[in-house]
Nanobody
Framework: QVQLVESGGGSVQAGGSLRLSCAAY????????MGWFRQAPGKEREAVAF???????NYADSVKGRFTISQDNAKNTPYLQMNSLKPEDTAMYYC???????????????????????WGQGTQVTVSS
């Protein structure tokens, strides 16, 4: 049973930083993508940042240059360092993962939420102006 547990959310002022973590339990696959989606009230869940088992990454345009995704492979834990936060970053942030065949590890970095089959419960990020 795979379980994803997010932590690190909170409230900050614009320009501040937060670091999200996603502890993955029961997840020992060698080929995968993991990452973060977010959902603001009244909006659809959108992709934020992703990393694969080769540590390649992909970012939404809205967070490039401000957010950095990394991973502790020994712990299967991805991290999202969020700097220069803006009020529009306010949302519930969800960790997600998908197991893929080895040849899809590049492609899954660009997949939408419908292809990710493991999800955490979410952690709230609130940025005030």
């Amino acid at each position: 049973q795979v379980q994803l547990v997010e932590s690190g959310g909170g409230s900050v002022q614009a320009g501040g930083s937060l670091r999200l973590s996603c502890a993955a339990y029961g997840y020992t696959y060698s080929s995968y993508c993991m990452g973060w989606f977010r959902q603001a009230p009244g909006k659809e869940r959108e992709a934020v940042a992703f990393i694969n088992s080769d540590r390649a990454t992909n970012y939404a345009d809205s967070v490039k240059g401000r957010f950095t995704i990394s991973q502790d492979n020994a712990k299967n834990t991805p991290y999202l360092q969020m700097n220069s936060l803006k009020p529009e970053d306010t949302a519930m942030y969800y960790c997600a993962a998908v197991v893929v065949a080895r040849w899809l590890t590049g492609t899954c970095l660009h997949w939408g939420r419908d292809k990710y089959n493991y999800w955490g419960q979410g952690t709230q990020v609130t940025v005030s102006s």
